[in-house]
């Protein structure tokens, strides 16, 4: 019994090592999503049936053959009119009947379409319904990227909050553990004593609020990346490393993914027209049969050769549309006008990507200088704190002044949360833009905190950071 239990708990342990999922970096992270987002599976699964149904729309380009075996009971064979002259009755004309009750045939027929320009005009579409589905893909796996980096980041931030929210908690606890031993000594007042406490319990929300939102963009993030809620996802890269300063131009901004897939529909728009063109042209078909044939008097068939005699002939057909009450004409005129609707979309979209873009640039220089400028008032500020956590300590200031130093710490450290969030949020959309997107990583931005804020014990976030990008 001790043996199986060793086992079973070295099993349990296997099976928790693989449970848990580390990523170093957002490149690792798009990877897996790529790979196991059930969405993005079924996107391929779409491309791949496309190419099949491509391959059955080529399928005219190649001959058809068919073998057939059929039996037919003449239940009133029909008479044929003869010259009288065959059965020595010249000047007359007989009625004589061909044939036997029962007749066999068995063969192979060969056809091959020489002529069918509805049939390359489909062949077309579905080579371009294949470039359509392929841009789908491509733009939905660009839409999963962004959505991921969003969320990853937003989890890389609430995990950074919630640290640093429990130092805030200890601090505030500390604040609070002073007041009350001056209160009990009688040097200070009852006011002092209610506003620690007050301050202690305001962190102390945040810090839930925090956790609230860590557990909730995990769950989040679960679910793109294809996991399971108990699955254990832990995410180690540094958001505070020093950034690598990147320059941005339209070219790497464009979104060319989404614009393909107008561009594709517009296509298949121009070749749907000359598919309606096609139906006013003839088709040309020609077959050749191969067989042989037997009569027999009752129902018997025979397998002897000798009674199997020869037949085979070789057709041509040529189909002419004449008049088809105007449907043809109509499904022409309907197809140019879904041709022009495809090609003002094109140009619509095509239009508002391009300005879409540009605010997307503007958004990412925006945030990186509302970043730095976070960054340093933040840093400013938590001096601040350090300095008047000292002279409270001294007995120089009061607790007003020192929470007045700790709430601007607060507001700083918000403004820059959110800056930093906004930031890398930006920078990873242009990362999924640029096409060598899978080789270089994202530099993530520096730390605003000197080793002193480590033992001042700095604040965190307002719990409305991580809510403002939701």
């Not at 079924?42 to 080529?58: G, H, I, R, S, W």
């Not at 908690?169 to 009852?190: G, I, N, P, W």
Request: net charge positive.
């Amino acid at each position: 019994m001790k043996a199986v239990g060793i086992i079973l708990a070295f099993i349990m342990q296997l099976t928790i090592i693989q449970a848990q999922i580390v990523f170093k970096s957002i490149n690792e992270v798009w990877e897996y999503s790529l790979s196991n987002n059930p969405e993005n599976i079924m996107y391929q699964l779409q491309v791949e049936k496309a190419k099949q149904d491509k391959k059955t729309a080529n399928s005219y380009l190649f001959p058809k053959a068919g073998v057939n075996f059929s039996g037919q009971k003449n239940i009133e064979i029909p008479e044929t009119p003869v010259p009288g002259e065959l059965i020595g009755m010249p000047g007359q004309t007989v009625y004589m009947k061909f044939g036997q009750n029962y007749s066999y045939n068995s063969g192979i027929t060969v056809s091959k379409t020489l002529f069918d320009w509805q049939s390359k005009a489909q062949a077309k579409i579905a080579k371009l319904n294949v470039l359509l589905t392929e841009a789908q893909k491509d733009y939905f796996e660009q839409t999963l990227k962004e959505q991921v980096a969003q969320v990853y980041y937003t989890v890389l931030t609430s995990n950074q909050a919630v640290k640093i929210s429990q130092k805030d908690f200890e601090l505030a606890d500390s604040l609070y553990l002073l007041a009350k031993k001056r209160f009990e000594q009688s040097l200070t007042d009852k006011l002092v004593l209610n506003q620690a406490k007050i301050n202690r319990n305001k962190v102390f929300e945040k810090l839930e609020q925090n956790k609230s939102y860590q557990s909730q963009w995990h769950y989040n993030l679960k679910l793109l990346l294809g996991l399971t809620a108990t699955d254990t996802l832990l995410l180690v890269e540094d958001i505070f490393a020093k950034p690598k300063q990147e320059k941005w131009d339209n070219t790497i901004a464009a979104n060319e993914d989404y614009i393909n897939i107008f561009k594709w529909q517009s296509e298949i728009a121009r070749s749907e027209s000359k598919k309606a063109l096609a139906r006013f042209t003839p088709k040309i078909d020609v077959a050749y049969y191969l067989g042989t044939f037997q009569y027999q008097n009752d129902f018997t068939l025979s397998l002897n050769s000798a009674d199997w005699k020869p037949n085979s002939y070789l057709g041509l057909s040529v189909t002419i549309p004449v008049f088809t009450g105007f449907a043809n004409k109509t499904q022409y005129s309907a197809a140019k006008i879904s041709g022009q609707i495809a090609r003002q979309k094109l140009h619509d979209e095509t239009r508002k990507a391009s300005i879409n873009d540009s605010i997307l640039l503007l958004n990412y220089n925006t945030s990186e200088k509302l970043m730095l400028l976070g960054s340093e008032n933040f840093q400013v500020s938590g001096n601040s704190v350090e300095l008047a956590s000292q002279k409270y300590a001294q007995g120089i200031i009061g607790l007003d002044e020192y929470l007045k130093a700790f709430d601007d710490y607060l507001n700083f450290q918000n403004q820059y949360f959110n800056s930093l969030s906004d930031y890398l949020i930006n920078k990873a959309i242009l990362e999924t833009r640029k096409n060598n997107n899978h080789e270089k990583e994202i530099h993530s931005i520096l730390h605003p905190w000197n080793n002193h804020f480590n033992r001042l014990q700095p604040t965190g976030r307002s719990a409305t950071t991580t809510q403002g990008h939701c």
